[in-house]
């Protein structure tokens, strides 16, 4: 059974920074693609960035230069390195393995 467990999520002031962990458990990650998407209330789950089993990034523009996805394969985890911190990054963040599962969700909250 594939579980997801992120952690690393909190409240944080504008400008501050945060790093995300997901840990993978039930599956091998080298060989899929791991990635952080996010939701904010009534909003869709959009991408924030992806990492390939070659570690091939991808981030969706809004981030670009402020955040850093990474992977440790041997510890089957992928993290997100959060800096430059906006309100509008405030939302739940889910981390996605293969594109087929997901963790339960972490809450990062960008307020003065």
Known sequence: QVQL???GGGLV???GSLRLSCAVSGSVVRYYTLGWYR???????????????RHITNYTDSV???FTISR???KNM???QMNSLKSEDTAVYYCNLGNSWWGQGT???VSS
């Open 5 to 7: 467990v992120e952690s």
């Open 13 to 15: 002031r504008p400008g």
């Open 39 to 53: 939701q904010a209330p009534g909003k869709q789950r959009d991408m924030v960035a992806t990492i390939t089993s």
């Open 64 to 66: 670009k230069g402020r």
């Open 72 to 74: 440790d394969n041997a």
């Open 78 to 80: 992928v993290y997100l």
């Open 107 to 109: 809450q990062v909250t």
